[in-house]
Each structure stands twice: as C-alpha cells, then as structure tokens.
C-alpha cells in the first residue's frame, strides 16, 4: 500500500484500526443479545466522564476505540437487539453497515450529475423499481431523503407552494391561513414541517380516528369543509401507513376520494 498523500491517516494505520472496527462490530452483533436493550445509565452519567475540556492534542486511535468501549457502548439503547420491539429497529442492518462504510469511504455529494453521476443514476434506478413495485404511473419520480420527517418537509413544501405560488418569493404575510390535514395518531414531524414551512402549529388540523386508530375519512371532509367556509386554505392531507404509536395503517383509498372530492393535495 502507498502512504497517503494527505495529512491524513496514512494507510497502513487506516487498514490496521479498520480491521479493529470491524472486529468490535462483529463482536458486538454476537454479544448485544445479552445486553439489557435499554441503558443503564443515568442522566449526566456519560457527560461526567468526559473531559470538560477538549484535547489539546489528537490520541491515538487506540485510546478513541477504548474509550468506544467504556462510554459509548454501555450508554447506548441497543436497537439491533433481538428483544428490541420500539419503533424501527432494522435502519441498521448488516448490509446497510457495509453500505455505509462504502458510501463513507466515497464520501459523494451528489448535488449535480456530474458531482456524483453514480450515485444520481442508481438513486434513479432505485426509485423506478419502487415506482413500479408500488404501481405508479411513470410521471412519479423523487429522490431518497435521510428520514421519513425530511420526506414529510418535502412533500409538504410541495404543498405548500401548490397552494400558496408567490409563498416563495413573497412569504405567506397576508394570505390565508393554511391547513394540513392529518389523524391524531400522526407523527410530530407532521407539526415541526408545518411550523418550519411558515405555516403554524395551529395550522395542523387533527382529525378524528376509528376504533382501529385509523383516520376517519367523513370527519376529514367535514374539516376541509369548515375551514374553507371559515375563509382557511386547505393545503395538503398526511395519511400515515403504519403509525408510530399504534402501527395504524389510515384507509388510503378513501382519504384520496376524498382529497379529490375536495381538491387538497
């Protein structure tokens, strides 16, 4: 191997931590089923054991992976457990972490074509298969967010300017005040999109579930109703298809007869 050209790690050094990573990540996948899922430590616990004051000089990779082990592990939640059943344990699989190391060591910023041609095209590719795995029409296309909270910001900015065009340019000073439909069972990221979009949290109309905590499709065409006779701007409808709290799957079919019915995106 040639040593690197760059104050960085050389890569001799690079390949040997590496292949100690690698090791904690496999012991670790052999041993988290014997761990409590959820930390023992106690609030402030792990910030007393860290300096207060940053180090003046680098350590040795060693002594980061140390302390890896004394801090970081044993302060953790441990999602890839076995006994884990809270939220969505499975973001990080074994494959996904190979993914991961991958796309680290590429380091891509695909914010044009030519800065990450690879990365664009696959993303394409991917999107297409999901596309006609769902059966959309070929006029649907997107591009892979971070989260589904960043996914819901997109849609809803989408939205947004579908109902408010000059909201862009001239902010929503003035104009009607806006309203996203959603159950009382939906995600807070549907709240924190509403109110970085400009439009409130009292934007944000909860509407009423069945018994199985689905939206209820009537109570939604009533509020969209209400509060365009209260002079309101209907802006977008989030159904959910599994919920957080419940794994509510809201009737899709029926939200979208509705929505149509009503003209809301």
């Known amino acids: 191997m040639n040593a690197s050209p760059t104050p960085d ?3 001799e050094e690079f390949a040997r931590h ?3 990573v690698i090791d904690r990540i496999v012991a670790y996948f052999a041993d988290v089923g014997d761990m409590t899922v959820l930390s023992p430590v106690k609030p402030g616990e792990v910030r007393a054991r860290i300096p207060a004051e940053m180090p003046a000089d680098g350590e040795p990779m ?11 592990v044993p302060g953790t939640m441990h999602w890839n457990h ?3 059943f809270g939220y969505f344990a499975m973001t990080g699989s074994r494959p996904g972490i190979l993914g991961e190391m991958l ?3 590429l380091n891509v910023n695909a914010m044009l074509w030519r800065t990450g041609p690879a990365a664009t095209e696959l993303e394409e590719a991917c999107l297409d298969w999901i596309r006609r795995a769902l059966g959309l029409p070929e006029g649907f296309t997107g591009e892979i967010t971070d989260t ?3 996914s819901t910001l997109y849609a809803l900015a989408a939205a947004r300017d579908a109902a408010f065009p000059e909201a862009r ?3 929503l000073s003035g104009a009607a005040a806006g309203r996203v439909y959603c159950s009382t069972e939906t995600h807070s990221s549907v709240d924190k999109a509403v109110a970085m979009l400009g439009l409130g949290y009292g934007g944000v109309r909860r509407v009423a579930v069945d018994d199985a905590f689905r939206m209820d499709p009537d109570a939604l065409g009533d509020a969209i109703r209400a509060d365009r006779g209260a002079g309101d701007t209907p802006v977008a409808v989030v159904a959910t298809v599994g ?9 899709i079919p029926a939200i979208a007869e509705v929505c149509e019915r009503e003209r809301v995106w």
């Open 9 to 11: 790690m050389p890569l």
């Open 18 to 20: 590496a292949r100690a």
């Open 62 to 72: 060693e002594a980061i992976l140390a302390d890896f082990d004394r801090l970081v």
């Open 82 to 84: 076995p006994g884990f």
């Open 103 to 105: 796309a680290a060591a």
């Open 148 to 150: 589904a909270s960043t």
């Open 169 to 171: 340019e001239r902010g």
């Open 243 to 251: 919920t957080t709290g419940t794994a509510a799957v809201d009737p």
